[in-house]
């Protein structure tokens, strides 16, 4: 399959590799510093990646980058019978999905760092250290085990205003951490020719043509009783009040704990601070009988109040749809809202594995509704991750769970 939505200022192919077909249609052709290759596959790619270093190889002078997801998707052409072929959002059974975009005049690098060799806090740092004033976005892809998400974005921003000189806007950050499905075990970011399982990896875009929209919604509600977090350390939490946490979230479970970790997406946590903020929604990635323990994709802060999570197809199949709308109203007010529409939209998703979990056939309706939502010359492309990285209220980015995420780029003449 290989679908071409090229346009006048950007050039957007997808094309897909298989076992049994390799290449779905040859290397679409590239410009030095300005196109952006994204590859979303499976984490067996760690097993055998000499599809991930053909398509490096293939491209010199691209950013090429991706991760394991959960599950990859990308816009094709579907039949539809007596109206012909429509543009939807699938699931792919191919294991790599690869979108290849070509900008006019916005340039586009990446950058990594190994997270093995420092904290997450300390990557985040590392890598917005790398920023430059004229950068206009920053997309960042993460491994989605062995890190703590809250501390990488964290280092991340605090990082991104220490490094950015007095005066220069706030860079927009966005993406996420790749999946596994919902196996919690091995995931990957690519990194030069190859898919390293400690990584993360930032894509700078830089160029006053760039137009950047962001929408993010979960559609998520709480029940059952608040309970404090009285012993926790980063993202391990260890006791609701004083109960061991395993024991205590087995008990909401009943028989579905049986499943865990991967029920437990279905139930998330919302983390109410004592700030008063807004409530934030953690996913659990990994469970330690011993310790009674749950392990987080971020922080679980001592002292905070959490209540358990439930959500019905119908409502995310919604969210999906409110955070495309956000996006979309995002992009036609880059540059002082008057910039108008691009020519071509190219949005990239970030959908929770626990998401496409608690829609199960019906997984595909919310892909339909992000899509939907945004114009009729849009791209839809990528993964069902561990975390979603976006913008929250107060402006503030910080990593979320159980959430649709899009990043939507444009360029203008």
């Known amino acids: 399959m290989s679908d071409s939505t090229g346009g006048y200022f950007m050039r957007i192919e997808t094309l897909t590799w298989s076992q049994e077909h390799g290449w779905s249609g040859p290397f679409p052709p590239a410009t030095p510093a300005r196109t952006l290759i994204?590859?979303?596959?499976?984490?067996?790619?760690?097993?055998?990646?000499?599809?991930?270093?053909?398509?490096?190889?293939?491209?010199?002078?691209?950013?090429?980058?991706?991760c394991s997801g959960a599950g990859q998707f990308a816009t094709m052409l579907q039949p539809t019978p007596g109206q012909g072929p429509t543009s939807g959002v699938r699931l792919d059974p191919a294991p790599l999905i690869v979108t290849v975009v070509t900008f006019d005049q916005v340039r586009v690098r990446t950058a990594a760092v190994c997270l093995g060799s420092c904290t997450s806090r300390q990557a985040g740092q590392e890598l917005a250290g790398q920023s430059r004033p004229d950068d206009t976005a920053l997309f960042v892809l993460s491994s989605g085990a062995n890190v703590n998400g809250d501390q990488l974005i964290d280092g991340i921003v605090d990082g991104l205003i220490r490094t950015r000189p007095a005066g220069t806007p706030a860079l927009p950050v966005s993406g996420g951490l790749?999946?596994?499905?919902?196996?919690?075990?091995r995931t990957w970011v690519l990194v030069g020719q190859a898919p390293l399982?400690?990584?993360?990896?930032?894509?700078f875009l830089t160029g006053d043509a760039l137009q950047v929209g962001h929408g993010s919604a979960g559609g998520w509600g709480i029940f059952g009783p608040p309970r404090r977090v009285t012993r926790s350390d980063g993202n391990v939490l260890y006791e609701?009040?004083?109960?061991?946490a395993l024991e205590l979230y087995k008990r909401y479970l009943g028989d579905r704990a049986a499943g865990l970790p991967a029920t437990a997406l279905l139930f998330p946590l919302a983390l109410h601070t004592e700030d008063g903020g807004e409530p934030?929604?953690?996913t659990i990635l990994a469970i330690d009988e011993t310790a009674q323990s749950l392990t987080f994709a971020g922080d679980i802060p001592q002292g905070s109040t959490a209540q358990l999570m439930r959500s019905t197809r119908d409502r995310l199949v919604e969210a999906?749809?409110?955070a495309a709308q956000t996006a979309a109203d995002d992009i036609r007010q880059t540059g002082g809202g008057d910039a108008g529409e691009p020519a071509k939209w190219l949005a990239i998703a970030v959908s929770c594995v626990g998401r496409r979990l608690?829609?199960?056939?019906?997984t595909e309706e919310e892909l339909d509704a992000a899509l939907e939502g945004l114009a009729p010359?849009?791209?839809?492309?990528?993964?069902?991750?561990?975390?979603?990285?976006a913008l929250a209220r107060g402006g503030r980015t910080r990593m979320h769970n159980q959430t649709m995420t899009l990043t939507v780029l444009g360029e203008r003449g």
């Open 377 to 389: 010359n849009t791209t839809l492309t990528g993964f069902y991750s561990y975390g979603e990285i």
């Open 178 to 185: 790749a999946g596994d499905g919902d196996r919690f075990q």
């Open 320 to 322: 999906g749809a409110a």
């Open 240 to 244: 609701l009040d004083g109960q061991p």
């Open 358 to 362: 608690c829609l199960g056939e019906r």
């Open 38 to 66: 994204l590859a979303f596959g499976e984490s067996a790619f760690l097993d055998d990646p000499a599809p991930l270093a053909e398509l490096v190889a293939a491209y010199p002078d691209a950013a090429v980058t991706g």
């Open 197 to 203: 399982r400690t990584a993360v990896v930032g894509v």
């Open 280 to 282: 934030i929604v953690r």
